[in-house]
């Protein structure tokens, strides 16, 4: 009989990576890839894979418990791998109590579930929770997170993933169910939504748009290619010990605004521009409120007890992304039409 295996949020930006990996990798599972199709998910994201024998898509409400508790009944998933979120702080800033619902409940909800169905014989059975370095807070100049830093969450975005997490471990603790959660620091990549810096900046640049910097831009993050997140998981979910946590970065932290200039100084060379065209496009704007100073990981856990290691340099990653994005422009087009542009006006204000 085939393991089956239940990825929440597959048609999001990690999770359609990984519901790719794991559709073409292991012919032995079947995936089903649950997703509420938010303005952050897309079928389009997973158009390569979605005739394939091992997998179904099942559009659903990690929040709905009756839906949740059928589908468990009907399909006995014996492993969850955890995506489905609202994954954006600046809309958690404008919407916190939706971020409370999906990611507080939706994840209660499906901890419940997974309960009720196993409760009895947990054996090869597995809640593989996907999280954010976020949940650690911010860091000053110095240090890095590692498993056992504080939870110190800043944002509705980070403070409700943080309880997530509990409700993880409290799972685990309360009711015996294996579990293992990571923590990973941002992710960039093909067909991540325009929401986030990156994809956000290079269309911009693409359409001639100011690029509004935060603040003064001198606010660091951890930079992973998302490929290398996937296979992170992968490891994770079938060699990690039960009951651990795994740090997931780069080792690669940016200055927001050096990244904004390689970005630009990139893009001036792919599009045939003089150098520095588009750094003339980069404006600094009202900072974010509570913004988060400084993350960045120690992965030495997953890296010496698993052997992960990121396969592509930054510069590497960056410049695959950019070609995707101009090699999938139609994908830019559809997911920057209709309600995106209310967002970017209330978000922006059309800077
Ligand atoms: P995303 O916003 O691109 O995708 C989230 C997906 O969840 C979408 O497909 C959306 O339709 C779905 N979804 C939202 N609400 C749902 C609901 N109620 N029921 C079912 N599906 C629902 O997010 P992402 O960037 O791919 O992040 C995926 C996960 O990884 C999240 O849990 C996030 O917290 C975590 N994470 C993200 C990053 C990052 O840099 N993007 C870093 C570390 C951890
Ligand atoms: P983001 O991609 O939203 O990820 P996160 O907030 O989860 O780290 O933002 C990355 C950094 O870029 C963060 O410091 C905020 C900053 N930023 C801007 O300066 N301008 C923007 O328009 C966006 C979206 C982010």
Not at 77 to 102: G, M, W
Not at 242 to 250: A, E, P, Q, S, W
Not at 339 to 346: L, M, S, T
Request: hydrophobic letters at 35%.
């Amino acid at each position: 009989m085939k393991k089956r295996i239940l990825i929440t949020g597959g048609a999001g930006f990690i999770g359609s990576h990984l519901v790719r990996r794991f559709v073409r990798k292991y012919s032995d599972y079947h995936i089903y890839n649950l997703d509420l199709l938010t303005y952050a998910g897309n079928l389009e994201n997973l158009k390569d894979i979605e005739r394939s024998e091992n997998y179904t898509f099942i559009k659903g409400d990690i929040t709905d418990q009756n839906f949740i508790n059928k589908i468990f009944e009907k399909y006995k998933f014996d492993s969850v791998i955890h995506l489905a979120a609202e994954s954006h702080v600046d809309r958690s800033i404008n919407d916190p109590l939706l971020f409370a619902k999906t990611n507080i409940l939706g994840t209660m909800i499906l901890l419940n579930s997974f309960k009720e169905l196993w409760k009895n014989n947990w054996t090869n059975k597995l809640f593989y929770h996907i999280s954010t370095d976020e949940v650690y807070g911010s860091l000053g100049e110095a240090g890095l997170f590692k498993e056992d830093t504080s939870y110190d969450p800043n944002s509705p975005y980070s403070a409700s993933k943080a309880s997530s997490d509990h409700f993880v471990r409290a799972y685990g603790e309360t009711y015996s169910m294996p579990y293992v959660i990571t923590n990973c620091s941002n992710n960039y990549g093909p067909y991540q939504f325009p929401e986030k810096l990156i994809p956000l900046f290079i269309n911009n640049i693409l359409c001639n748009k100011s690029l509004p910097v935060y603040g003064d831009g001198n606010y660091t993050r951890d930079w992973l290619y998302v490929v290398d997140h996937a296979k992170a998981i992968d490891l994770v979910f079938h060699k990690g010990k039960n009951r651990h946590t795994y740090n997931i970065g780069g080792f690669n932290e940016w200055k927001n605004i050096d990244l904004v200039k390689l970005l630009c100084d990139l893009l001036d060379e792919k599009l045939d521009r003089s150098k520095g065209t588009s750094r003339q496009l980069i404006t600094f704007v009202k900072d974010r409120a509570g913004h988060d100073l400084r993350y960045a990981i120690d992965a030495n856990k997953i890296q010496s007890e698993l052997g992960w290691s990121p396969s592509v340099t930054f510069e590497q990653g960056l410049s695959k992304t950019i070609d995707w994005y101009l090699q999938n422009k139609l994908w830019l087009e559809n997911t920057t039409s209709g309600r995106y542009k209310e967002y970017y006006k209330n978000q922006y204000n059309n800077v």
